[in-house]
């Protein structure tokens, strides 16, 4: 897969929804009811990052889930991407990018947002072929001014800023020329999920899903 072919796959994942799911899920036995719930609400595209052991059992059980696309996120390591093409992600999400784990995405045919956090970041995943990116951590990087003002002189890059989003937060970054969504965990709180409060969870989906 090229890095133009990556980018391409990776946008129309960022288009199914303004708001990607950013999900850090311990327990692999609610992770279908999880994944149904938040594809009820309207957010199909859901990234599990791979930060808990139960990951990668995770991505298995919401991969059988139907309207739901799954990606893995926090991937570091070939390795990673290679477990995680395995389990079943169909896309990939990385903190930032180094040539090993771009050259492993592209290998295993698992299209990428590869993270940037300054223009030369993003420039440099610009020369190699990546015109969607995720901006990370975006509220620690100034948030929606600094996306902004970063993406003005690189308008060929499109965004998913992630980090510090927020329900109140990412209309200002949904509002900017250069983002494509939003990447928020809000929507899949940690006391919904350990209540299995389903139906809160489908509800935080469809507000979600309606910003624009």
Do not use: H
């Not at 990052?49 to 919401?62: K, S």
């Amino acid at each position: 897969m090229t890095p133009q072919e990556a980018s391409a796959a990776a946008a129309k994942v960022c288009l199914m929804a303004p708001v990607v799911p950013v999900l850090v899920v311990d327990d692999a036995g609610i992770a279908a009811a999880l994944a149904r719930a938040l594809v009820a609400g309207g957010l199909p595209a859901l990234e599990v990052t791979l930060r808990t052991p139960a990951a990668l059992d995770v991505i298995r059980e919401m991969a059988t889930v139907s309207g739901g696309v799954v990606g893995a996120g926090t991937l570091l390591t070939p390795k990673d991407v290679e477990d995680a093409k395995a389990a079943g992600a169909t896309f990939g999400v990385s903190p930032g990018a180094t040539d090993r784990l771009l050259d492993a995405c592209e290998a295993n045919d698992l299209p990428l947002l590869p993270g940037a956090a300054t223009a030369s970041e993003a420039m440099r995943l610009l020369e190699r072929g990546y015109t969607v990116q995720k901006f990370f951590p975006a509220e620690a990087n100034g948030g929606a001014p600094a996306l902004k003002a970063i993406g003005a002189p690189i308008p060929q890059v499109k965004f998913c800023p992630t980090g510090g989003v927020t329900l109140k937060n990412a209309p200002d970054y949904l509002g900017l020329s250069n983002t494509l969504c939003v990447g928020g965990s809000w929507v899949a709180p940690k006391n919904l999920v350990e209540a299995q409060d389903w139906a809160g969870i489908t509800a935080l989906a469809a507000e979600a899903a309606a910003l624009s």
